[in-house]
């Protein structure tokens, strides 16, 4: 029995450290010494009774190692740009991380999760990864890093007068599979709203350490939720309903008529996709089209449709197109969300996209819109409406199409 407990306590001390095994992703290090500690202290706990057993639990231990693994807010802090518990509506905080690797590593990718409150703008050395609105829950990005210099930036923006704040978990994978967890904390900086912010090359010399407000789950906030981790439980919770500027608000009455909508999905270098889910909802209708395949469609906003897709190869460029119909002048609205399943990546959750001011309209549906190769430089951006939950809407379901 002895024996048993010191050969795990051996086997498992380092090892714990050096590999676990996650079943999207490529062997990697723990880097977080509280875990390992956590996971160390829970190894002494047992007690076994012959080799068998203690080989028993080191496959099982070893999966607890896996699943423990995966990227949550559990050590990430609500931060902000100063202690204010009463921010005024509108108010606007830019946030900075500059990534620095350890000596002789090099940045490969990065896992993202983030929620604010209450809406967020996310950036990668200048680039545009993705937005949400919900604090409550969680979204995740899978991004391709520079291999020496790397910046996340972040605005959030208040809506009404109320806290405001920032979280986000970032576990960065170097080429040599070893991964760094990165948390929002006091180490990140904070200003007030700067543009160019987000350009890698801006000097965030004058701004301010950010404010922790407190752990995940301090009140008024909870813990936010991971995303889904499969296609099955995608929502439009996280979603904006979009339109274009013949609105001005959700219950302002649009034209009838089609308008187009595109959304382009340009996957980090190194990742494709071949296979997804789109959860869509329109009022009045909807044509939906992927990389010009028709996918489906609907004409009753009351009920969200959630389609899977597989596109004819796996591609880094995801077009994502719909012909939306109001039928007489009345408001109108399209709202989305899209997983991607990622591979050629070390991350292990869908990448997933809402509808937001990113996507782009045009108040004709000319022909070939739907096609992947269609220019639609010289549209304009989507107007936001509301988030999912906004009247007239309300909240409807989703059915499987
Ligand atoms: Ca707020
Ligand atoms: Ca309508």
Known sequence: MEVAGKLMVSAFGPSLGIKTFTPHAKPQHISST??????????????????????????????????????????????????????????????????????????????????????????????????????????????????????????????????????????????????????????????????????????????????????????????????????????ISNSYWIWTNEVTSPTSNAPAGHRAFRKTINLPIGQLASTGTIVIDADNAYTLYINGNLIGSSGDWEVAQRWTFTLDSPTDNIVIAVDATNTIPSPAGLIAAIALDVESCYCSTYDTYITDSSWKYSLTVPPGFQQPFYNDADWPNAFVEGTYGVQPWGTPPIVNA
């Open 34 to 235: 509280m875990a390992l500690k956590g996971r160390v202290f829970h190894l002494l706990q047992f007690t076994v009774s012959n080799p068998l057993a203690a080989a028993l639990l080191y496959g099982l231990l070893a999966l607890y190692a896996g699943s423990a693994a995966a990227l949550d807010f559990s050590n990430s802090k609500w931060i902000w740009i100063d202690n204010s518990e009463n921010v005024p509506a509108g108010a606007i905080g830019d946030f900075r991380y500059d990534l620095t690797p350890p000596a002789g590593q090099i940045a490969s990718s990065a896992e993202i999760l983030i929620a604010a409150d209450n809406n967020y703008t996310l950036f990668v050395n200048g680039e545009y990864i993705g937005s949400g609105n919900n604090w409550e829950q969680g979204q995740a990005y899978c991004v391709t890093l520079d291999p020496e210099c790397n910046v996340f930036a972040v605005e959030v923006h208040n809506r009404i007068q109320s806290p405001a704040a920032l979280i986000s978990a970032i576990q960065v994978t170097y080429t040599d599979t070893t991964t760094e967890t990165i948390v929002t904390d006091s180490t990140w900086r904070a200003n007030g709203p700067t543009p160019g912010f987000q350009a890698p090359g801006y000097s965030d010399a004058g701004w301010l350490s950010a404010v922790v407000l407190g752990n995940a789950n301090s009140p008024p906030w909870i813990t936010p939720s991971t995303p889904p981790t499969s296609g099955s439980s995608l929502t």
